[in-house]
């Protein structure tokens, strides 16, 4: 019964492109959902679908530089409780990690570890100081990772798909995205200007619309590269994909590191990339040949053993792509192939901190996000302790005395711990302690939207027993879905090091970076620098 209900679904999912199949992690993200031009009714005041409304002043990123600024300001009435600067940043991203989730993952560390799993903690929930973070964008009520990257890497909201541009670039807009007035700058770009080395880690692509907040701006997020671009009916000759801004251009070109998956991005159709797979674009040039022509010392690394035979003394730049699209799940790797994000963790700070003036760095675990679109919590929790274990590895090799690390989630996901389950019940299994109107138990984890409710020909739910558990099993859902969504209620702040104190209360998302800057003295806003004696 149960193999047979998961082929089922399994089917269902991969037809949708909404799921993990056997080549491994699987895109999900689709633009024109996002936009809101697949819906059965129109959004707030307008007719039409696809037009979600933005307030005017929100077009403006002066609003949002404003805001910051009061957020500031407020923060730096309260009692000094450091009186250090941050040498160094590390932000740490938990793509789609609601407190669910981190609540979960808690639990399933402890039951893990043999315990009943509720008195367990995570790396980041030990550290001093926490806040909560309003993760809505522009036009967006529950944003996507686009706009949201907009605003924790660069320091304005923008309308959800868009990435690095103010929110009067409206969707699949190359001619308003290029528009000087339009575009933004990064955390990154300002570390860079400062003279501090810069790095950007993912467990997804390097193109993906997280990290590419710290360098792109686009007006589609998918723009991943020049077939992308084409596919969505632009002219790839005159917009320009987000591989390609990577390389060539200012802050990308000069990343010291840049760890993640998507070789194919990089190389043309004509080309076997490291992982046996062709590259994607069609417009003949091979993007990493480019690379390694400006990075005379630099080093193209394709899998966990180059990674780690890396002397990063004796190396200049580091590019690690190691998969063809997306990086796999932990739980699938091959763990002698692909680097664990502590890995890639570890050699990031040790190259980054060769730089006497500091660094930043940006580091994500991408794929909490899509074992919750998955509906797999087993694989989201799983990739949610991987990602804190890159965190406590980071805090340990680090001073805290200089090196301010913030850790934070983009956005949530519609899942539910509920029920009265007692002390102790397996998080991915059954609510033992209690049962639906009908008689009939229920899991402890449920999803608002995706792809199996579990009803029988009836429309009643099915018993359980013998589905739930494993880590790939699917977790139940009430509204049917291809996949789950986003969820829109305020995320987790967490913070250790100097100025950590700024990161407490309620903020907008886009002040994270501006505090951030303070911080370490970078960037044209406020800096603890002008206000220390």
């Given at each position: 019964?149960?193999?047979?209900?998961?082929?089922?679904?399994?089917?269902?999912?991969?037809?949708s492109?909404?799921?993990?199949?056997?080549?491994?992690?699987?895109?999900?993200?689709?633009?024109y959902?996002?936009s809101?031009?697949?819906?059965?009714?129109?959004?707030f005041?307008?007719?039409?679908?696809e037009?979600?409304?933005?307030?005017?002043?929100?077009?403006?990123?002066?609003?949002?530089?404003?805001?910051?600024?009061?957020?500031?300001?407020?923060?730096?009435?309260l009692?000094?409780?450091?009186?250090?600067?941050?040498k160094?940043?590390?932000?740490?991203?938990?793509?789609?990690?609601?407190?669910?989730?981190?609540?979960?993952?808690?639990?399933?560390?402890?039951?893990?570890?043999?315990k009943?799993?509720?008195?367990?903690?995570?790396?980041?929930?030990?550290?001093?100081?926490?806040?909560?973070?309003?993760?809505?964008?522009?036009?967006?009520?529950?944003?996507?990772?686009?706009c949201?990257?907009?605003?924790?890497?660069?320091?304005v909201?923008?309308?959800?798909?868009?990435?690095?541009?103010?929110a009067?670039?409206?969707?699949?807009?190359?001619?308003?995205?290029?528009?000087?007035?339009?575009?933004?700058?990064?955390?990154?770009?300002?570390?860079?200007?400062?003279?501090?080395?810069?790095?950007?880690?993912?467990?997804?692509?390097?193109?993906?619309?997280?990290?590419?907040?710290?360098?792109?701006?686009?007006?589609?997020?998918?723009?991943?590269?020049?077939?992308?671009?084409?596919?969505?009916?632009?002219?790839?000759?005159?917009?320009i994909?987000?591989?390609?801004?990577?390389?060539?251009?200012?802050?990308?070109?000069?990343?010291?590191?840049?760890?993640?998956?998507?070789?194919?991005?990089?190389?043309?159709?004509?080309?076997?990339?490291?992982?046996?797979?062709?590259?994607?674009?069609?417009?003949?040039?091979?993007?990493?040949?480019?690379?390694?022509?400006?990075?005379?010392?630099?080093?193209?690394?394709?899998?966990?053993?180059?990674?780690l035979?890396?002397?990063?003394?004796?190396?200049?730049?580091?590019?690690?792509?190691?998969?063809?699209?997306?990086?796999?799940?932990?739980?699938?790797?091959?763990?002698?192939?692909?680097?664990?994000?502590?890995?890639?963790?570890?050699?990031?700070?040790?190259?980054l901190?060769?730089?006497?003036?500091?660094?930043?760095?940006?580091?994500?675990?991408?794929?909490?996000?899509?074992?919750?679109?998955?509906?797999?919590?087993?694989?989201?929790?799983?990739?949610?302790l991987?990602?804190?274990?890159?965190?406590?590895?980071?805090?340990?090799?680090?001073?805290?005395e200089?090196?301010?690390?913030?850790?934070?989630?983009?956005?949530g996901?519609?899942?539910?711990?509920?029920?009265?389950?007692?002390?102790?019940?397996?998080?991915l299994?059954?609510?033992?302690?209690?049962?639906?109107?009908?008689?009939?138990?229920?899991?402890?984890?449920?999803?608002?939207?995706?792809?199996?409710?579990?009803?029988?020909?009836?429309?009643?739910?099915?018993?359980l027993d013998?589905?739930?558990?494993?880590?790939?099993?699917?977790?139940?859902?009430?509204?049917?879905?291809?996949?789950?969504?986003?969820?829109?209620?305020?995320v987790?702040?967490?913070?250790?090091?100097?100025?950590?104190y700024?990161?407490?209360?309620?903020?907008?998302?886009?002040?994270?970076?501006?505090?951030?800057?303070?911080?370490?003295?970078?960037?044209?806003?406020?800096?603890?620098?002008?206000?220390s004696?």
């Amino acid at each position: 019964m149960r193999v047979q209900q998961i082929q089922m679904v399994l089917a269902v999912l991969a037809l949708s492109g909404a799921v993990q199949v056997q080549g491994g992690v699987q895109e999900v993200h689709n633009v024109y959902e996002l936009s809101g031009q697949i819906a059965h009714k129109a959004r707030f005041s307008t007719d039409v679908a696809e037009d979600k409304y933005t307030p005017p002043e929100e077009m403006d990123p002066q609003f949002w530089y404003d805001l910051a600024n009061e957020e500031i300001n407020k923060r730096l009435a309260l009692p000094k409780v450091d009186t250090k600067m941050a040498k160094n940043v590390i932000m740490f991203l938990g793509d789609g990690m609601p407190l669910t989730t981190v609540t979960a993952a808690r639990i399933l560390k402890g039951q893990r570890q043999g315990k009943t799993g509720e008195e367990s903690s995570l790396s980041f929930e030990k550290f001093p100081h926490t806040g909560l973070s309003r993760t809505y964008c522009s036009n967006a009520q529950v944003p996507d990772s686009a706009c949201t990257a907009t605003a924790y890497l660069c320091g304005v909201k923008t309308n959800i798909i868009n990435i690095g541009v103010s929110a009067a670039v409206n969707f699949n807009n190359c001619t308003a995205s290029q528009d000087p007035a339009n575009r933004l700058t990064s955390i990154a770009e300002w570390a860079q200007n400062a003279g501090k080395a810069t790095g950007i880690v993912t467990t997804t692509t390097l193109t993906h619309a997280s990290p590419s907040g710290a360098y792109a701006k686009t007006a589609n997020r998918m723009w991943e590269c020049d077939t992308d671009v084409t596919s969505y009916g632009v002219d790839a000759s005159s917009c320009i994909d987000m591989a390609t801004q990577l390389v060539t251009q200012t802050p990308g070109k000069n990343f010291d590191i840049m760890f993640g998956g998507g070789m194919g991005k990089f190389l043309p159709k004509t080309i076997q990339d490291s992982h046996g797979k062709a590259g994607e674009r069609s417009d003949g040039v091979n993007l990493l040949s480019k690379w390694q022509s400006q990075h005379k010392g630099g080093v193209l690394v394709s899998n966990r053993k180059q990674l780690l035979s890396v002397n990063v003394s004796a190396v200049g730049n580091i590019i690690g792509l190691f998969q063809s699209e997306l990086m796999k799940f932990h739980i699938d790797a091959d763990e002698t192939y692909q680097p664990t994000l502590s890995e890639l963790t570890e050699v990031t700070i040790k190259k980054l901190s060769q730089n006497e003036n500091g660094y930043f760095a940006f580091i994500e675990g991408g794929l909490i996000d899509y074992g919750n679109h998955y509906t797999q919590a087993g694989y989201a929790l799983d990739e949610a302790l991987e990602f804190e274990k890159a965190i406590q590895l980071a805090r340990d090799i680090t001073d805290i005395e200089d090196t301010l690390i913030v850790v934070t989630a983009d956005h949530g996901h519609a899942v539910s711990i509920a029920g009265y389950p007692g002390r102790g019940t397996d998080i991915l299994g059954i609510n033992q302690h209690d049962t639906d109107i009908n008689g009939v138990q229920y899991s402890v984890l449920n999803y608002a939207a995706g792809p199996n409710q579990y009803l029988d020909e009836n429309g009643q739910r099915i018993p359980l027993d013998g589905i739930l558990g494993d880590v790939d099993s699917i977790t139940p859902s009430y509204i049917p879905k291809d996949q789950g969504v986003h969820s829109g209620e305020d995320v987790g702040i967490w913070a250790s090091g100097p100025q950590s104190y700024l990161f407490t209360g309620v903020m907008q998302q886009s002040t994270i970076p501006h505090l951030m800057a303070y911080a370490s003295c970078i960037g044209n806003g406020q800096k603890f620098c002008d206000n220390s004696t």
